[in-house]
């Protein structure tokens, strides 16, 4: 996706217009209050090094953030803040799976997913996600693809690309398939915030554990 902007940055200067699908990047600046608010913590010399899970004050927020937007308020040692949901997912796979171990993930599926597979050393398996049923997974199909080498199932909702957000009722099954099987469950939220649609609410699988 960073090769594919390149290259759109790239004809931009030769004149083109371009609509920009490749990142998640708003077509706004971030606010100011925001922008104001981290140059005034460099001014006051916040530039040293932190605690490796996160600054104690930006956990805390996590934690409380985290009691509004799913409903518990998680423990400190549960928090690891990292540079970026990518990371995140290729941290989760390595600290979840050996070499040669299987993850099943939606297809489509967002590209970093694969990358971080790959290099993880890890088999990605696909369930598919059709616009037929509403890019809803199918849950025998995911049972189906359960191995003796499979570690997790991720998640993605709301989903990119497709934009669906799973019900509470199919997440609580997927929960259910992994607890049967003693696999993880990923869950890539980043998206939580932006659920737009009247009657459609987010909701996390960690509320459940």
Request: avoid cysteine; charge should be neutral.
């Given at each position: 996706m960073f090769q594919i902007m390149a290259a759109c940055q790239d004809l931009e200067k030769q004149g083109k217009r371009i609509l920009h699908f490749e990142l998640g990047d708003p077509d706004f600046n971030t606010p100011e209050l925001i922008t104001q608010a981290c140059i005034q913590s460099l001014m006051s010399g916040n530039t040293h090094y932190m605690p490796a899970r996160g600054s104690v004050d930006l956990i805390e927020a996590v934690r409380m953030t985290t009691g509004i937007s799913r409903g518990f308020i998680p423990k400190k040692d549960q928090i690891t803040v990292t540079t970026g949901a990518n990371s995140a997912i290729f941290y989760a796979f390595k600290a979840m799976c050996d070499a040669g171990d299987e993850?099943?993930?939606?297809?489509?599926?967002?590209?970093?997913?694969?990358?971080?597979?790959?290099?993880?050393?890890?088999?990605?398996k696909f369930y598919e996600l059709s616009p037929i049923n509403g890019f809803i997974p199918s849950l025998e199909s995911i049972e189906s693809l359960v191995s003796s080498r499979t570690k997790a199932i991720l998640i993605n909702s709301p989903s990119n690309p497709t934009g669906t957000v799973f019900s509470p009722e199919i997440i609580k099954r997927i929960y259910d398939i992994a607890h049967r099987f003693d696999i993880y469950v990923i869950s890539d939220e980043v998206y939580a915030r932006m659920v737009y649609e009247e009657g459609c609410k987010f909701f996390s699988p960690s509320s459940i554990d």
């Open positions: 993850v099943l993930m939606p297809n489509p599926y967002f590209p970093s997913y694969l990358a971080a597979a790959e290099i993880a050393g890890i088999k990605a």
